[in-house]
Nanobody, 125 residues
Framework: QVQLVESGGGLVQAGGSLRLSCAASGLTFSSGTTAWFRQPPGKERDFVAA??????????YYADSVKGRFTIARDNAKNTVYLQMSSLKPEDTGVYYC????????????????WGQGTQVTVSS
């Protein structure tokens, strides 16, 4: 019933920008934690960015490697979460996943309740 669908991936040159989208069905982002992860080729999945909500409070946190370059945002009306990426580097290459969990401040681990299928991002030199 719950489905997360990522889109917006593709090929981009180093220094360029890209925006990923995560559209949700059967779930809203009004509470809990929503995150982006990525899996570089041949490596394990890593945390990228997240926001966590409870009542009227929202907290944002990012991996050190993307701070100042990536921004996570949401559009509640469209039930969509975005990852705006700028100043892209070849090391940003990987499959990007959207994840959601009902827990507040879920953290940087990958044990989330719901996952999308991922979208490929390739950054060329």
């Amino acid at each position: 019933q719950v489905q997360l669908v990522e889109s917006g991936g593709g090929l981009v040159q180093a220094g360029g920008s890209l925006r990923l989208s995560c559209a949700a069905s059967g779930l809203t982002f009004s509470s809990g934690t929503t995150a982006w992860f990525r899996q570089p080729p041949g490596k394990e999945r890593d945390f990228v960015a997240a926001f966590s909500r409870r009542a009227g409070s929202t907290y944002y946190y990012y991996a050190d490697s993307v701070k100042g370059r990536f921004t996570i945002a949401r559009d509640n009306a469209k039930n969509t979460v975005y990852l705006q990426m700028s100043s892209l580097k070849p090391e940003d290459t990987g499959v990007y996943y959207c994840a959601a969990d009902s827990a507040y401040l879920k953290g940087r681990g990958s044990e989330y309740e719901y996952w999308g299928q991922g979208t490929q991002v390739t950054v060329s030199s």
